[in-house]
């Protein structure tokens, strides 16, 4: 038997049904917010992960799904969204049109990491990307959003920790200290996180290594003390803004991001509903990466956040099946013409749910399936009270009640239902 590749699933109806409602939810809020939906493709040139998401980062050095097509160019399933609609952005050359964009997004994304609750090798993403404003209430806005979205869907145990890595270089001057204050403690590293100490520096604050972690805590400088002036009012204003508008947050200096494009603000919400894989989103400025990717010096913010992991947060159940509104029960063959057509016609007509049944079952295993579809009605169509005045059974389901209403009826008795 073939199988699904590991860390990928099927969502059967049952599963779909609670993620239209969500995106359904999305929509809503992110037009109120006057953010336009955007789709990318889901595989680009490699180039453009490697070049953002950044060469050294896990990502790029060993989770990506790249392969090289027929002519030898080399692409990769998307590992996140934000390159491609910056890409689009350059492509399009939006800035010419607008001073600002606002796009959100709902779609896959793929990961070769290890697979286990909450993470998955392709999982789905929505999200935000603000690109035009420099200005701290920008990221208020979008730092805001993420945490309205959660409590719309009615989540309550969220921490949102915020921080600043300041401009351009501050980084890469933070990493030399950061290597700087780690050099005592080689003993302590292993070999990888050694190397990824020398090459991503930043990336060793996310460490799992107990003992290491220990050793930062103590050992290791802020970013917040090597960031400027003016990164620090941005950052107090976007925080200023956050306190007026009652979003909660936490200042973690320790807080670094996994994305080599990253400058300024950057943030993450966490749910402890999740278990290890908490971060519920996570996002940032990035104010540089329009212009290193080609395009103009347009400054921009966004975050994404993983669909499965609001799903486990908000603990929803799967839906047995899908509703109906009415079930149309016949059992005989000379009817099922009539029985499809009036489907139809109230579908279009009245604009409910209905269902009929095509596998010729029986009354009896008919009502059961109506029942199990927690049909509100079942019209039933009875050979011999059709036959002699062209009427038809409605049952309503809920109390069991019966009558008979004329075909030419129908339609106005579900309208006025
Ligand atoms: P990220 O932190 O890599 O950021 O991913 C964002 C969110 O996607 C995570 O917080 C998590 O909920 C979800 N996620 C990531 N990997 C997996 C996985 N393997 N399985 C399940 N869920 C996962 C970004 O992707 C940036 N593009 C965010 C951003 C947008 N920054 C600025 N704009």
Sequence with gaps: MIKNIKGTKDLLPNATYNIQDIEQHLNTFMNIHGYGEIRTPIFESTELFSRSVGE??????????????QNGHSLTLRPEMTASVVRAYIQNKLWKQEPISKFFYIGP?????????????????FGVEALGSQYPEQDAE????????????GLEDLSVKINSLGGKDIKSKYGKALQKSMVDFKDVFNEQEWVRLNNNPLRILDTKNKNLKKIINENAPNI????????????????????????????DVKLVRGLDYYSRTVFELTSSELGAQDALCGGGRYDNLVAELGGANIPAIGFAAGMERLIIAMKLSNNDTINTDIYIINTEENYIEYTMTLADKLRKEVG??????????????????????????????????FKSSKKL???????????????????????SE
Aim: charged letters at 25%.
């Design 352 to 385: 409910i749910a209905v269902h009929t049944d095509t596998l010729r079952r029986s009354i009896k295993s008919q009502m059961r399936h109506a029942n199990k579809m927690n049909a509100k009605y079942s019209i039933i169509i009875n050979k011999e009270i």
């Design 109 to 125: 994304s793929f990961r070769r990491e290890r697979p286990q609750k909450g993470r998955l090798r392709q999982f789905h993403q």
């Design 393 to 415: 059974l409605i049952k309503n389901m809920s109390d069991n009640t019966q009558e008979e209403i004329s075909e030419d009826e129908i339609v106005n008795f579900f309208q």
């Design 224 to 251: 917040f003390d090597f960031i400027s002036i003016d990164d620090k009012k941005h950052f107090n204003k976007v925080t200023s803004i956050l306190n007026s508008m009652n979003i909660p947050y936490e200042h």
């Design 56 to 69: 050294h980062t896990d990502i790029v050095n060993k989770e990506m799904y790249t392969w090289e097509d």
């Design 142 to 153: 979008v730092i805001s959003m993420a945490y309205n979205i959660y409590n719309m869907f």
